[in-house]
């Protein structure tokens, strides 16, 4: 029967990591990494917000072409598929709304 789990170059090799992994916890400031997260965050706000503004245009465009092709063919569920569509657009923007609120921008 071979060693346990622990025993032989692989065990070693483990056990090295797991005490290397230990010992940089310990040293480890976790407030400047979360600071530093925070501020990157904070950064990209702006731009994901323009994005999102930018995604809900071009869903409202394909989503009125779509509609507006819906009703001129005479289809019967069209108000169901305008509601979706509007909703999309709703929620990326209460998404955008709701993001600035919590991180207080």
Request: glycine content about 16%.
């Amino acid at each position: 029967m071979r060693g346990g789990v622990l025993c032989g170059r692989g065990g070693l090799l483990v056990g090295g990591l797991v005490m290397q992994v230990w010992t940089m916890a310990q040293t480890a400031d976790g407030n400047q990494g979360l600071d530093e997260a925070n501020t990157l965050v904070r950064g990209y706000y702006a731009s994901a917000t323009n994005l999102m503004f930018a995604i809900g245009a071009i869903l409202g465009i394909i989503g009125a072409i779509r509609v507006a092709t819906m009703w001129f063919n005479g289809e019967p569920h069209m108000g169901r598929v305008a509601a979706m569509w509007f909703g999309a657009c709703i929620f990326l923007v209460l998404v955008a709304t709701v993001i600035k609120s919590f991180f207080g921008l």
